[in-house]
């Protein structure tokens, strides 16, 4: 695939960033004083970043400076910014119809998406789709699901879990105390159990997660919870927020027969791992282990608010009025996800697999020369760099803003590289270029300049 069929701007082919000011610019200085005056203080902002256009994996500021966008808005705009088609679909729905509650009434759009998440569900039985606005709506219906089905309250998620804010999934959430703390008392009968956090570049520690299956089976359910009282586990395939972790295959697959044994569901959250990030529609394929509901949001609709979950056939059993939305699957949004699942489809999920490639053997070779990388771990475009500490991978998120790159952290000392599926090699090498410049600018904490090197 090249960038010329993916973008609807010559400027995106260009991958080299163009910095026309000092950052921030007198522009983007000027809106973030009037931002801090209105704008709630809960919010996070990595850095002086005030967006005006972008287009394709080209973000560019209210100054005129031009940014490599590999954080996608969170892995959000997953065809890239302003896709042709995607925009084309936005228009053409708008032209038509804006909104009409799909919880009261039928519409065609909200129809063919749910006809194709349902086709591209990872279970061996016919599928059903519930569409939400977001991914914390999407954990929320799901965690209603699987109770209604089960007859049960309880759940089981990880640590280092990211599942939503809102408080059903933030009683799963458990990536930093500061989202937590203050807003309790959370949904009872929640347990967090350990994630296997595996580094097998350079460290080689970890392990299989079978230490951690035994802490879930012997401390878990064996003192906290039974498991008659559980009605899911709660998982993500490579955690988000909490590092980008992926799951070993192994633990995955000891966790589904763990559900069989005790009647339990298992929850997929595939909010940021799924829409072909990995090089698959979801992370969990590339274990083998089918879930009985999976998330989804953030790459589904290219930037539009959508989300949804899909359970089997035979779980998805409550009646009519158990749950619903006015907004969700919006017909405007609707559209946008499936010229969205089109691209992905038709070609974007192949690249993500590529590209993602090329981009491991680009940031292990710069880390290796750099030194100072703790890790380097993920699938397909969903790649983590781990740093000794937080100073560290913030100094270095800093210096790649400041040389053109968006990047993310997340976890505790890592920095997520997350782009568009249309990215190109010119913009991989790009990327891989600007990085290690980061890492050679960014003095990395005391005895680690040795790891990695």
């Known amino acids: 695939m090249t960038l010329e069929t993916s973008t609807s701007s010559a400027a995106a082919r260009d991958a080299v960033p163009h910095l026309v000011t000092e950052l921030p610019g007198p522009r983007a200085r000027e809106l973030i004083a009037r931002d801090d005056a209105v704008v709630s203080p809960s919010l996070t902002r990595a850095y002086a970043l005030v967006a005006e256009t972008g287009s394709g994996y080209v973000v560019t500021d209210v100054d005129g400076n031009r940014f490599l966008d590999f954080a996608a808005g969170i892995a959000v705009v997953s065809t890239g910014h302003r896709h042709p088609k995607v925009v084309e679909a936005i228009k053409a729905q708008a032209d038509r119809l804006i909104h009409i509650a799909a919880t009261d009434f039928y519409e065609p759009r909200y129809l063919e ?3 194709h998440l349902a086709r591209i569900a990872p279970f061996s039985e016919p599928a059903r789709v519930f569409l939400s606005n977001s991914g914390t709506e999407a954990v929320e219906g799901a965690i209603k699901l699987a109770r209604y089905h089960t007859g049960r309250p309880g759940l089981i998620a990880f640590e280092g879990a990211f599942h939503g804010r809102t408080l059903g999934a ?10 937590r703390a203050g807003f309790g008392p959370l949904l009872p009968m929640v347990y967090h159990a350990p994630y296997p956090r595996q580094r097998t570049w350079r460290e080689g520690s970890g392990g299989d997660g079978s230490a951690e299956l035994e802490v879930l089976k012997r401390s878990v359910l064996g003192r906290l919870i039974a498991p008659s009282d559980v009605a899911a586990i709660v998982i993500e395939p490579i955690q988000g927020e909490g590092g980008y972790f992926p799951a070993p295959a192994s633990f995955l697959a000891a966790i589904r027969e763990l559900c069989d044994e005790h009647g339990i569901l298992l929850i997929a959250d595939e909010v940021q791992s799924g829409m072909g990030r990995t090089g698959r529609w979801w992370a969990i394929q590339h274990a083998g282990v089918e879930p009985d509901i999976i998330t989804t949001a953030k790459g589904i609709a290219s930037g539009m608010p959508l989300g949804g979950f899909i359970a089997r056939e035979s779980v ?4 009519v009025g158990a749950h619903g939305s006015t907004f969700a699957g919006n017909p405007v949004c609707a559209a946008a996800g499936k010229a969205t699942m089109e691209l992905i489809e038709g ?7 590529r590209m993602g490639a090329r981009l491991r053997e680009g940031i292990e070779r710069v880390a290796t020369e750099r030194g100072g990388v703790r890790d380097i771990r993920g699938i397909g475009l ?6 000794a500490d937080h100073e560290h991978s913030n100094a270095v998120q800093e210096a790649a803003f400041r040389r053109g790159l968006l990047v993310l952290e997340c976890g505790e000392a890592t920095i997520r590289l997350c782009p568009p599926l249309i990215v190109d090699e010119e913009a991989v090498d790009t990327a891989v270029r600007i990085f290690g410049e980061a890492m050679a600018s960014a003095k990395p904490a005391d005895g680690m300049d040795e790891i990695g090197g």
């Not at 933030?170 to 989202?179: E, F, M, P, R, Y």
């Not at 969903?382 to 740093?387: A, P, R, S, T, V």
Request: proline content about 3%; glycine content about 6%.
């Open 382 to 387: 969903m790649l983590g760099i781990e740093f």
């Open 113 to 115: 998406l749910t006809e």
């Open 170 to 179: 933030l009683s799963l959430t458990n990536s930093k105390i500061k989202q």
């Open 347 to 353: 070609g974007l999920m192949e690249n993500a697999a």
């Open 316 to 319: 998805m059993t409550w009646p």
